[in-house]
């Protein structure tokens, strides 16, 4: 044979391959795995309305498996949230994260597809949502996209894929989502429903339009999800009321408590169908702004639907104006973290109790995405909110949040500006300034110190110690020493009035330089302590000449009396315990704190001594909240709509519950990751408790009953851990296993 011979022979088999590669998938569907070596593309559908807001996109692909592999993960990325099925079975309910672990990258999903494959033909199917809008907790692409890869079967995302934009979703008609969220409100026509495209191929399907590969704008890199996919308890049924009027059928249930669901309704329309159903919650305008709710367009007949954008609340709301249609069972799919309540509390006092148990409710509801404000309104990772949830969580929930604290940490130093200012909240791609507060607490002792006494991740210390250094450059003491005021994008210390502000930032700069101190010790930086140390002291010197021998007020501020700056000098270290009996008198007069630094108010009253008051400010200040039987979650402020129309699920307000642990027991970790620990129970009006905490050196049980004149506790500690238990008699050291302890103090 002449080379040219081989030459046009070897160029007509090329062409042949290319030709069955390309075009006979696009036929019949299906792709052989054996026969491909092609690269994921990000695709979309062929349509020119993809890339509009609420867009809902269909994705089909079959394929050829001749051996189910040992290990078949799946990386999936989309921009905004995706359904999986492989053979009709849920594979994945709501995949993906917002965008935003920077402002450019996308998160990418990890998913096992062994336990659903088969030998032979195998149908995928992926359910797209696109938001097409920013948010204060997503940073929008602006183009709809899919990528998925699964090279242990050779499957990948491409033009083959077959896609359509789905025709039943629309937005709900009426009143629109507040601009805070990039989720919209669906509605969902049953007449236009394409059947069961997850295993049928539809005439409308087409070839997908690639976009480019893995790293191509406008999503560029992609990050793995740091924290697990969503735990989904299940569809539940739930009991309901009808209530009818003239123009409406009304249908309510009371669910089990304050819950991220999605609702699920069963019903006929014995009429012509168009039927507009309307599916809200007691949440809908949570905090007075206008949140995520849902409709339905009836076909006629006998039909199912659940609406996928979740929503959150204690009433679900059903309403139809048109009797012929017929609710026959209404349920709900509950979905959250993937957390376990390992953290337990109980004492004698039934009050704490029921505080308890609403505080852990409201910090759940407010962890998905991220660790949201409020899981209605906004959504939102702002930071002064965040680091009071992480406190919490390390007591209540299994150290599976930690990953959802490392995210957050992560996402605060990426999204750091050029010029070295860090603000929340983030991910956004609506809003960029800084609350220079809630700024300097997330890097302060509460935020990122914390978080490393708790888990010991130096890893993540090393990472985000560079961003603090370059936040603290920014901030300036005046002629006097002391802290100059920052006025970021919003000058916020605390909702109420009367805020000393000058002196709330002044605390919270001396806590960020202390926490900047251990970073930079811990991670051998150690040339920038001996700044951070003198700007301490100047700090600590003109702070204390704002002391008037009776309070801490600066000269430029006119208002009442600051109680949260008083707080803030006992737990930062400012005041010194002679000025204890002058704080303590100022703070039994003067209750100005939100919710959110209340917190910090009670954890100085126990730092003076002072945990009966600290107790009676607590329950009397609460006693609104925990009375309240229609709300099993805490309020923003004092009152239901307080603050200007504050939401009902703040979880700052479960801010106590980390001083019950670590005041009022005295339990506080002294050495990284809960190696070392400090038991110092302080004397109160509690008598009999018991709590296990969760940490990542294994559980810890603490449990104690105080007669009057002898305290007994019981400790279990776990083998790896150390306790200096403290009491009046002395200090005992306690290792692994069981120890009962006991002392006399009257």
């Known amino acids: 044979m002449k080379y040219t011979d081989f030459k046009q022979t070897d160029m007509r088999k090329i062409l042949l391959l290319t030709f069955a590669m390309l075009f006979l998938p696009m036929v019949n569907g299906v792709k052989n795995v054996m026969a491909t070596a092609q690269t994921a593309q990000w695709i979309t559908a062929g349509d020119t309305t993809v890339n509009d807001m609420n867009t809902w996109l269909m994705f089909r692909k079959d394929i050829k498996v001749k051996k189910v592999p040992e290990r078949v993960v799946a990386r999936v990325a989309v921009d905004s949230k995706y359904w999986l099925w492989i053979n009709g079975q849920m594979v994945v309910f709501e995949g993906g994260l917002k965008r935003g672990p920077n402002p450019k990258d996308t998160y990418c999903d990890e998913v096992d597809l062994k336990p659903y494959l088969k030998k032979g033909k195998n149908q995928v199917a992926v359910l797209v949502w696109y938001f097409g809008k920013h948010g204060y907790s997503h940073k929008s692409s602006g183009q709809s996209g899919l990528f998925f890869e699964a090279p242990a079967i050779g499957l990948q995302s491409d033009r083959t894929w077959l896609s359509m934009k789905h025709p039943a979703y629309s937005i709900a008609t009426g009143e629109k989502t507040n601009f805070r969220l990039p989720e919209s409100s669906l509605c969902y026509d049953m007449r236009k429903a394409p059947g069961n495209w997850q295993t049928l191929l539809i005439h409308d399907f ?87 709710r849902a409709q339905l367009i009836t076909r006629p007949g006998h039909q199912q639907y659940e609406s996928l954008g979740w929503f959150n609340g204690e009433r679900l709301y059903i309403r139809s104006p048109n009797k012929n249609v017929t609710l026959h069972s209404l349920g709900y799919r509950e979905t959250g973290y993937d957390v376990d309540a390992d953290g337990t509390f109980t004492c004698d006092d039934q009050f704490i109790n029921r505080f308890w148990q609403k505080a852990s409710r409201t910090l759940y509801v407010n962890m998905r995405d991220t660790y949201f404000d409020c899981p209605d309104r906004e959504r939102a990772q702002w930071w002064g909110d965040a680091t009071v949830l992480m406190g919490e969580s390390f007591y209540t929930y299994s150290t599976s949040a930690h990953k959802l604290m490392r995210k957050a940490i992560r996402e605060l130093v990426d999204w750091q500006k050029e010029d070295g200012a860090l603000f929340s909240p ?3 791609g609506n809003w960029d300034q800084e609350l220079p507060a809630q700024s300097l607490t997330s890097i302060s002792t509460y935020g990122f110190w914390y978080y490393y006494m708790n888990t010991g991740d130096k890893e993540t210390m090393a990472y985000v110690y ?13 002629d006097d020493g002391l802290t100059n005021e920052r006025q970021g994008g919003w000058p916020w210390g605390d909702w109420g009035t009367d805020v000393d502000m000058r002196l709330i930032l002044a605390a919270w700069h001396y806590l960020a330089l202390q926490s900047a101190i251990n970073v930079a010790e811990l991670t051998g930086h150690d040339a920038d302590i001996a700044d951070y140390e003198r700007q301490m002291r100047s700090i600590h010197t003109a702070f ?3 002391w008037n021998g009776y309070a801490y007020r600066h000269p430029s501020y006119h208002g009442a009396t600051d109680d949260r700056v008083q707080a803030m000098a006992v737990v930062s270290g400012l005041a010194d315990s002679t000025k204890y009996d002058r704080i303590f008198k100022v703070i039994k007069t003067q209750e100005y704190a939100s919710p959110y630094m209340e917190k910090y108010v009670y954890e100085a009253l126990m730092r003076m001594g002072h945990a009966d008051y600290a107790l009676e400010r607590f329950k009397r200040r609460f006693g609104p909240m925990i009375a309240d039987t229609n709300h099993t979650t805490l309020y923003e402020g004092w009152q239901e709509g307080g603050y200007g129309g504050g939401s009902t699920n703040h979880a700052w307000s479960g801010g106590m519950l980390t001083d019950i642990c670590e005041q009022i027991l005295g339990i506080r970790p002294i050495a990284p990751g809960w190696k070392e620990v400090m038991i110092h129970p302080a004397i109160s009006p509690i008598t009999d408790a018991a709590i296990t905490i969760p940490t990542v050196n294994g559980t810890l049980s603490y449990s104690f009953r105080d007669d009057g004149t002898t305290y007994r506790a019981t400790i279990i500690v776990p083998k790896s851990m150390t306790i200096r238990f403290c009491s009046p008699d002395g200090e005992r050291i306690l290792q692994g296993g069981r120890h009962d302890v006991s002392f006399g103090y009257k």
């Open 426 to 428: 983030i991910p956004a």
């Open 206 to 292: 087409l070839p997908s339009k690639e976009l480019g590969i893995e790293g191509c704008e406008p999503w560029n890199r992609l990050v793995p999800r740091p924290i697990p996919l969503w735990r989904d308890y299940g569809v539940k049924s739930v009991k309901f009321t009808k209530t009818e009027t003239d123009s409406t059928v009304l249908y309510e249930a009371v669910l089990p408590y304050n819950m991220q669901m999605t609702p699920v309704v069963e019903l006929t329309d014995g009429g012509e169908g168009g039927t507009r159903i309307d599916i809200e919650t007691d949440h809908y305008k949570g905090g007075r702004q206008v949140d995520i």
């Open 466 to 478: 560079p961003a603090m250094r370059r936040y603290l450059a920014l901030w300036t003491l005046d």
């Open 544 to 546: 204390n000449h704002c």
